[in-house]
């Protein structure tokens, strides 16, 4: 099993929009729609903002968004904020009770 | 309020034995799955293993399989994590998680996990000699 794969950076000014990739294979984002990001600032826990693939927990703002095509899932952020600022990870469900996280995104807002 | 709240840091030295330990509470600890996650310094999460409270089925990611020891009490809503030989390159933070079961569904008797809602608050274990 292979970490998924994110940019490592991606920046974005106030108020615009952003989107992260992830990449894995057939076995776990292709397969699955069981794709999960994750939220988590210097010194906390990471905070889930999408599972499903696309669908919200209650309270996350619907600045997140995400999406999947194929191998590939992305987390769209729009109107970005200072307070969005923070690493992003994506996560896959890869088969039998197994799970794959990708590297981790840091964003930074300019 | 639902949350699990992990033990506190720990400072050993190498071929040391440790447990650090996830106590859950607000919910019904016995029927979620629980996951550890490891964050190495200035690196990203690594899902290491995931429990089924209530029957201890355990599945453990090939990379950490019979490096730690993943276990339950359910009589006490607690989840461990274990090693029993510590080394200097488990130095890192590391979390508990739920596994939540948006779906619904149930493969057998336990429900299929999906992602990850509620987490610790990390316990850090620093290994140096």
């Known amino acids: 099993q292979s970490a998924l794969t994110q940019p490592a950076s991606v920046s974005g000014s106030l108020g615009q929009s952003i989107t992260i990739s992830c990449t894995g294979s057939?076995?776990?984002?292709?397969?699955?729609?069981?794709v999960s990001w994750y939220q988590q600032h210097p010194g906390k826990a990471p905070k889930l903002m999408i599972y499903e693939g696309s669908r919200r927990p209650s309270g996350v703002s619907d600045r997140f968004s995400g999406s999947k095509s194929g191998n590939t899932a992305s987390l769209t952020i729009s109107g970005l904020q200072a307070e969005d600022e923070a690493d992003y990870y994506c996560?896959?469900?890869?088969?039998?009770?197994?799970?794959?996280f990708g590297g981790g995104t840091q964003l930074t807002v300019l | 309020e639902v949350q699990l709240v992990q033990s506190g840091a720990e400072v050993k030295k190498p071929g040391e034995s440790l447990k650090i330990s996830c106590k859950g509470s607000?919910?019904?600890?016995?029927?979620?799955?629980i996951g550890w996650v490891r964050q190495t310094p200035g690196k990203g999460l690594e899902w290491m293993g995931t429990?089924?409270?209530?029957?201890?089925?355990?599945r453990y990611s090939p990379s950490f399989q019979g490096q730690v020891t993943i276990s339950a009490d359910k009589s006490i809503n607690t989840a461990y994590l274990q090693w029993s030989g510590l080394k200097a390159s488990d130095t890192a933070m590391y979390f508990c998680?739920?596994?939540?079961?948006?779906?619904?569904?149930?493969?057998?008797?336990?429900?299929?996990?999906?992602?990850?809602?509620?987490w610790g608050q990390g316990t850090m274990v620093s290994v140096s000699s």
């Open positions: 429990i089924y409270p209530d029957d201890s089925d355990i």
């Open positions: 998680a739920r596994h939540p079961n948006y779906s619904g569904a149930y493969s057998g008797s336990r429900p299929d996990p999906d992602a990850f809602d509620i």
């Open positions: 996560c896959s469900y890869a088969g039998s009770k197994t799970w794959l």
């Open positions: 607000g919910y019904s600890f016995t029927t979620y799955w």
């Open positions: 057939r076995s776990d984002v292709g397969r699955y729609n069981l």
